[in-house]
C-alpha cells in the first residue's frame, strides 16, 4: 500500500524559507512522476513542482519559479520541497502525490493535480507577519 507522509510545514514570516519532506512507503515504481501541491482557502488544488523518474524533468509554477526547489533522495525514497522567499500568497496546505500512469508521464507530460493518483494528507504552511 503507498502511503505518504508530509511534514516541514509551520508558520513562517514573509521572506523566510521552509523545506518540506515526504516520506513514501510502499512506493516501489520505477517509472513515475510526483509532486508537491497546494490547496488555499477557497481556491481549487494547483500543481507547485513535479519530477518524473525517467529523467529528472522538472516542472515548477510560473508564481513559485526561482524560489522553490523540488528534490527526490532515492535512498530513503523522500522527496523535497525547499521554499525561499515565501510570500503570504504561499499560504496553503501542501500536498505530496504520484502517479505511475505512463501517459501522464511520457506523454502529455503534466502537474496538473487531477491526473495523479496516490496522495498524502498535507502539512500546513502559513506566511504572515
Known amino acids: 500500500q503507498v502511503q505518504f507522509v508530509e511534514s516541514g510545514g509551520g508558520l513562517v514570516q514573509p521572506g523566510g524559507s521552509l523545506r518540506l519532506s515526504c516520506a513514501a512507503s510502499?512506493?516501489?515504481?520505477?517509472?513515475?512522476?510526483i509532486g508537491w501541491f497546494r490547496q488555499a482557502p477557497g481556491k481549487e488544488r494547483e500543481g507547485v513542482s513535479c519530477?518524473?523518474?525517467?529523467?529528472?524533468?522538472?516542472y515548477y509554477a510560473d508564481s513559485v519559479k526561482d524560489r522553490f526547489t523540488i528534490s527526490k533522495n532515492n535512498a530513503d525514497n523522500t522527496l523535497y520541497l525547499q521554499m525561499n522567499s515565501l510570500e503570504p500568497e504561499d499560504t496553503a496546505v501542501y500536498y505530496c502525490?504520484?502517479?505511475?500512469?505512463?501517459?501522464?508521464?511520457?506523454?502529455?507530460?503534466?502537474?496538473?493535480?487531477?491526473?495523479?493518483?496516490?496522495w498524502g494528507q498535507g502539512t500546513q504552511v502559513t506566511v504572515s507577519s
Open positions: 510502499g512506493f516501489t515504481f520505477d517509472d513515475y512522476a
Open positions: 502525490a504520484a502517479t505511475r500512469n505512463g501517459a501522464v508521464i511520457h506523454g502529455y507530460w503534466t502537474c496538473k493535480p487531477n491526473e495523479y493518483d496516490y
Open positions: 519530477i518524473r523518474s525517467s529523467d529528472r524533468t522538472t
